[in-house]
């Protein structure tokens, strides 16, 4: 792959969090938007797109925060350092309470604190009487991981589980992690100028994770609860059904938009793919706006949601979807953008 496409994909995916992130937190915790409230979402992107801007801007959540910390480890170590990452974390948490942090990942970051990340796999482990944290604050953050290792599917695996552990152990916020990163990888060795292959791409994903879960399956059992791959087939089944166009409550319904990784990363994937083509109620010829855009009128953990769909289809299609103009009203934009280029120079340095 050309180099310069490498340099766009790496910049869509870090900007795709950010945008996601900004755009999707002020309806987190809606239930499926409302028409009335489409037509603002639909009103609210089309003036971002085409406005100066002007104060205040768009700040991000937890979300974007983490991925930040994350890709500046990696930057700074050049490889996966975990106590490095637990410490940026924890730092940037005490700089700025005020991002949205969910009070389980407080805690951890408490401990790790406390314990000077002398053990930074203790205090995730520990939390909900020793199960560990589900939910999808792994995935969220990873997209820098599937860039740093955009070329080595092994590698990525091993840094996600990793990374991951630091505040989420269950199998679910894990292995959730890993189907986003998974997600975000494809999308990067993808050629945008080419029709994407929906089916197809949902099949690497399932044969990718069924390897993963195979070894997991009696965990699964005990909890009487799905798997990732499970998810997956869902997805194909929506894909595939009234001419592509499910109705959203039925996508809510089946694959979620709540905090649970199992109920959410699925659904980031889902909404990438469905932006395929046209949604009724999107105005919009941007596929890349319209996969962020229907993530958000989802409701549920929108951010999230609409963060994670943002970097896996920014991946796909590169920094050039994205209106300059919109990204000037998200915060740290410019800082996003120089981060994926210094990503990019480590990952080619390899």
């Known amino acids: 792959m050309e180099l310069a496409l490498l340099r766009s994909k790496f910049r869509g995916s ?17 239930e499926t938007l409302t028409p009335g409230m489409k037509t603002v979402l639909q009103q609210s992107f089309d003036k971002l ?7 205040p801007v768009m700040q991000f959540t937890v979300d ?20 490095d990452v637990a410490r940026r974390f924890v730092k940037s948490y005490y700089q700025d309470p005020s991002r949205g942090y969910g009070i389980s990942v407080v805690t951890v970051f408490q401990k790790l604190q406390a314990n000077k990340l002398t053990d930074t796999i203790s205090p995730a482990k520990e939390q909900y009487n020793g199960l560990g944290s589900f939910g999808n604050g792994g995935a969220m953050r990873v997209a820098p991981l599937s860039l740093f290792c955009y070329n080595d599917h092994n590698k990525l695996i091993d840094y996600v589980k990793k990374e991951t552990e630091i505040t989420h152990t269950h199998k679910w916020g894990i292995n959730g992690a ?14 945008p100028s080419e029709e994407l292959n929906v089916s197809s791409f949902v099949d690497n994903l399932i044969d990718k ?23 997956l087939c869902t997805i194909k089944e929506l894909i595939s059904e009234n001419g ?17 990784a199992l109920y959410s990363v699925p659904t980031a994937i889902f909404c990438f793919l469905r932006a395929q083509r046209p949604i009724k109620g999107i105005k919009t ?14 409701g549920g953990d ?10 896996i289809a920014g991946a796909f299609y590169g920094e050039e979807k994205f209106s300059p103009l919109l990204l000037e009203h998200c915060e740290a934009s410019e800082q996003f953008r120089e981060l994926a280029d210094k990503l990019l120079d480590r990952a080619t340095q390899e």
């Open 14 to 30: 870090m900007l795709g969090v950010l945008v996601g992130d900004c755009i999707g937190s002020p309806y987190e915790g809606e």
């Open 49 to 55: 797109e085409r406005t100066e801007f002007k104060a």
């Open 64 to 83: 974007s925060a983490m991925t930040q910390s994350l890709a500046e480890s990696l930057v700074d170590r050049k490889s996966l350092d975990i106590v």
């Open 178 to 191: 890993i189907l986003q990163a998974l997600a975000v990888q494809q999308s990067i060795n993808l050629n």
């Open 209 to 231: 994770m069924d390897k993963i879960e195979v070894d997991q399956t009696e965990d699964y059992l005990e909890l009487d609860e799905g798997l990732y791959k499970d998810q």
């Open 244 to 260: 592509d166009r499910p109705h959203d409550e039925k996508v809510v319904q089946t694959l979620g938009v709540g905090l649970n």
């Open 285 to 298: 010829d941007n596929p890349l706006r319209r996969a962020i855009q229907y993530a958000i009128t989802l």
């Open 302 to 311: 929108t951010d999230t949601v609409a963060s994670m769909t943002g970097a």
